[in-house]
């Protein structure tokens, strides 16, 4: 094996184990707060460390820096997580109300509610990234989640492509969501996020120079 092989190999043994070490603290703060209060800014801390890896903008101890982001969006986290989860809710009640009935009305109710669905999914796909890129409250961050999604279709498909292989792949594969399933989906969505907002925010600057 010559040295570029094993640097190849070295390099994807250590990703493996920073995804693999993210995940087993997304676990571990997630329970620190009884899941219920914990999961939400846990995830949050996962999406900002992996943005800093993409960023190359690396802390030297990843405990350090998850502790920090967890604890920073604590709250912020929690309120838009649950946000979330109350609107799903009632949007999923409202599904399983109208569809078993066939009126006219109804079929028009229906369309609106794909569409609700539809424009959630894209939310959901970008709230995090949003939340640890850009400054903002919680009505901004979903609005600049609904924004991005729908200005960035390409990125938007992909992030939800690369969940839906890592989801395939822990479920074939059921050892690998210890280690891998949040922080390799969480990675994917944050990468194709990621370029989403260097395209818009290069399309900004070049709109303001023009201007």
Same mark, same amino acid.
């Given at each position: /094996?010559?040295?570029t092989?094993?640097?190849?190999?070295y /390099?994807a043994?250590?990703?493996?184990?920073?995804?693999?070490?993210?995940?087993?603290?997304? !676990?571990?703060?997630?329970? =620190?707060?009884l899941v219920i209060?914990?999961?939400?800014p846990?995830?949050? =801390?996962?999406? =900002?460390?992996?943005?800093?890896?993409?960023?190359?903008?690396?802390?030297?101890s990843?405990?350090r820096?998850?502790?920090?982001?967890?604890?920073?969006?604590f709250?912020? =986290?929690?309120?838009?997580g649950? $946000?979330m989860?109350l609107? @799903?809710?009632?949007?999923?009640v409202?599904?399983?109300l109208?569809?078993p009935?066939?009126?006219?009305?109804? @079929?028009?109710?229906?369309? $609106?509610l794909?569409?609700?669905?539809?424009l959630?999914?894209?939310?959901l796909?970008?709230?995090?990234p949003?939340m640890?890129?850009?400054?903002?409250?919680i009505?901004d961050?979903?609005?600049?989640?609904?924004?991005?999604g729908?200005?960035?279709?390409?990125?938007t498909? /992909?992030? @939800?492509?690369?969940?839906?292989v890592v989801?395939?792949?822990?479920?074939?594969?059921?050892?690998?969501?210890?280690?891998?399933?949040v922080?390799?989906?969480g990675?994917?969505?944050m990468?194709?996020?990621?370029c989403?907002? !260097?395209?818009l925010?290069?399309?900004?600057?070049?709109?303001?120079?023009?201007?």
């Amino acid at each position: /094996m010559d040295g570029t092989a094993f640097g190849g190999f070295y /390099m994807a043994c250590v990703w493996f184990a920073r995804f693999a070490f993210l995940n087993v603290l997304w !676990l571990l703060f997630s329970l =620190a707060g009884l899941v219920i209060g914990g999961i939400f800014p846990a995830t949050a =801390a996962l999406f =900002a460390v992996e943005r800093s890896w993409i960023r190359k903008e690396e802390s030297p101890s990843l405990i350090r820096q998850f502790w920090r982001e967890y604890r920073a969006q604590f709250v912020k =986290a929690n309120m838009l997580g649950y $946000l979330m989860v109350l609107f @799903g809710g009632l949007l999923w009640v409202n599904v399983k109300l109208m569809f078993p009935l066939d009126y006219l009305v109804i @079929g028009v109710l229906k369309v $609106l509610l794909l569409g609700l669905f539809f424009l959630f999914v894209i939310v959901l796909l970008y709230l995090f990234p949003v939340m640890v890129h850009f400054k903002g409250g919680i009505l901004d961050c979903v609005k600049n989640a609904l924004f991005v999604g729908l200005s960035s279709p390409l990125m938007t498909v /992909m992030s @939800g492509l690369g969940i839906l292989v890592v989801t395939y792949s822990c479920y074939k594969i059921p050892g690998l969501s210890v280690f891998f399933y949040v922080s390799g989906a969480g990675f994917l969505s944050m990468w194709f996020s990621h370029c989403a907002f !260097l395209r818009l925010e290069g399309k900004a600057k070049a709109g303001g120079l023009d201007g």
